[in-house]
């Protein structure tokens, strides 16, 4: 079958299905469904807990949008929202997202261990420190966030307002912008093939994905690849080498643009200012 025809670089028109992977023959989700962690977690019982500043720029996003959607669980199923026990405004504080991000890879440990482990004892440990976070959360970490009591008026599986606010919040306040580029911003993006907007939006914000000019933001740099927008506003990276190598021909054409007309407006400046004496 002939492979379609490139789209030019500038706007995109139909879907980009001839210059991106998709894995297994369908579109990848950034962040894996709760059945496909829980057998990753089978298959590698011995989750390893890692810091965000050694991540790299895919694996941070992928680690956010997942931890976002287990403390959605968290939240749910321990009916946290009783006398806002965990605070919703949780995403803000730094060190509230370290604690649950321990809770999560300790629970996924100890539920995804083999069937010859005695884990029960682990468990109920596990639920101590749950207890034990919860009652931090609200008198150290956001002690002046609490506004009173009052009954659960939401679940936040339902609230598009509440997701919105937790996975548009920034992850990595705190951490110092040398530590993030020393090991994400250039690294390869090995570990997912597909962003939302949001989470491409997030990037650009921070400055680790740049369009490869203002006039056609459909085409952005970001970890060390090239990544196109989907008709349906989701990224996905760009491994078709004959649109690679164009991309990379017109980043550099655009560069070296650039580059003289930031010296032509220094002899301009020069040449007037020399007028002006």
């Known amino acids: 079958m002939t492979e379609p025809v490139?789209?030019?670089?500038?706007?995109?028109?139909?879907?980009?299905?001839?210059?991106?992977?998709?894995?297994?023959?369908?579109?990848?989700?950034?962040?894996?469904?709760?059945?496909?962690?829980?057998?990753?977690?089978?298959?590698?019982?011995?989750?390893?807990?890692?810091?965000?500043?050694?991540?790299t720029g895919p694996e941070r996003i992928t680690a956010w949008g997942g931890l976002c959607e287990w403390v959605t669980w968290l939240h749910d199923r321990y009916e946290l929202a009783v006398e806002s026990r965990l605070p919703q405004c949780w995403a803000e504080h730094p060190g509230l997202i370290e604690?649950?991000?321990?809770?999560?890879?300790?629970?996924?440990?100890?539920?995804?261990?083999?069937?010859?482990?005695?884990?029960?004892?682990?468990?109920?440990?596990?639920?101590?420190?749950?207890?034990?976070?919860?009652?931090?959360?609200?008198?150290?970490?956001?002690?002046a966030c609490r506004t009173g009591h009052r009954a659960p008026e939401h679940r936040a599986a339902e609230s598009p307002d509440l997701q919105q606010r937790w996975t548009s919040a920034d992850a990595w306040a705190g951490i110092p912008n040398r530590l993030l580029a020393a090991h994400g911003d250039t690294a390869a993006a090995s570990t997912a093939d597909r962003l939302t907007a949001a989470e491409m939006d997030g990037a650009q914000a921070r400055g680790f994905a740049t369009?490869?000019?203002?006039?056609?933001?459909?085409?952005?740099?970001?970890?060390?690849?090239?990544?196109?927008?989907?008709?349906?506003?989701?990224?996905?990276?760009?491994?078709?080498?004959?649109?690679?190598?164009?991309?990379?021909?017109?980043?550099?054409?655009?560069?070296?643009?650039?580059?003289?007309?930031?010296?032509?407006?220094?002899?301009?400046?020069?040449?007037?200012?020399?007028?002006?004496r």
């Open 6 to 55: 490139i789209t030019p670089i500038g706007r995109v028109k139909h879907r980009p299905h001839a210059h991106i992977r998709r894995l297994g023959g369908r579109r990848a989700n950034a962040v894996p469904a709760a059945d496909t962690q829980l057998a990753a977690a089978a298959a590698n019982p011995r989750t390893r807990l890692v810091e965000w500043h050694t991540m």
């Open 99 to 143: 604690e649950l991000w321990a809770l999560k890879v300790w629970r996924e440990e100890i539920y995804g261990a083999a069937p010859d482990q005695q884990v029960g004892q682990a468990a109920r440990y596990w639920h101590t420190e749950l207890r034990t976070v919860v009652a931090n959360a609200t008198t150290v970490y956001a002690a």
């Open 211 to 276: 369009p490869i000019s203002p006039g056609i933001p459909e085409y952005v740099r970001f970890a060390d690849a090239w990544w196109a927008v989907d008709t349906d506003g989701a990224w996905l990276r760009v491994v078709n080498e004959e649109l690679l190598e164009r991309l990379e021909e017109a980043a550099a054409r655009m560069a070296a643009a650039d580059d003289a007309a930031s010296r032509y407006r220094e002899t301009a400046n020069g040449t007037k200012s020399r007028t002006n």
